[in-house]
């Protein structure tokens, strides 16, 4: 059984600063690339950031320069460090983890097959 389970969104005011968590059991974390996306209120879920078993890392223009991709092997978790939010950023967060291992990271929805079930992220004005 996989199990992905992300946690530390909430309600934040613009220009502020939250770090999501995503915990991970069941699968061979430390090999295999993670990644974060986001949905905001009717819009189609996007990818925002991957990072991969050896620590290289992408990010979506919308967030590059403010959100920070990481993971802890040791204790399989995977962070997003997220500053100067926007009301844009508002959405639900979803963790993600590459269906194989060795897989490099990639924004393309299908390489993700272990999803968490998302936490949500209010940034107001």
């Known amino acids: 059984q996989v199990q992905v389970v992300e946690s530390g969104g909430g309600l934040v005011q613009a220009g502020g600063s939250l770090r999501l968590s995503c915990i991970v059991r069941g699968l061979h974390f430390a090999g295999s690339s993670m990644g974060w996306f986001r949905q905001a209120p009717g819009k189609e879920r996007e990818g925002i950031s991957c990072?991969?078993?050896?620590?290289?890392?992408w990010y979506a223009d919308s967030v590059k320069g403010r959100f920070t991709i990481s993971r802890d092997n040791a204790e399989s978790t995977l962070y997003l460090q997220m500053n100067s939010l926007k009301p844009v950023d508002t959405a639900m967060y979803y963790c993600?983890?590459?269906?194989?291992?060795?897989?490099?990271?990639?924004?393309?929805?299908?390489?993700?097959?272990?999803w968490g079930e998302g936490t949500q992220v209010t940034v107001s004005s």
């Open positions: 990072i991969d078993m050896s620590g290289g890392s």
């Open positions: 993600a983890a590459a269906r194989y291992v060795g897989s490099y990271c990639s924004d393309k929805q299908s390489m993700y097959g272990a």
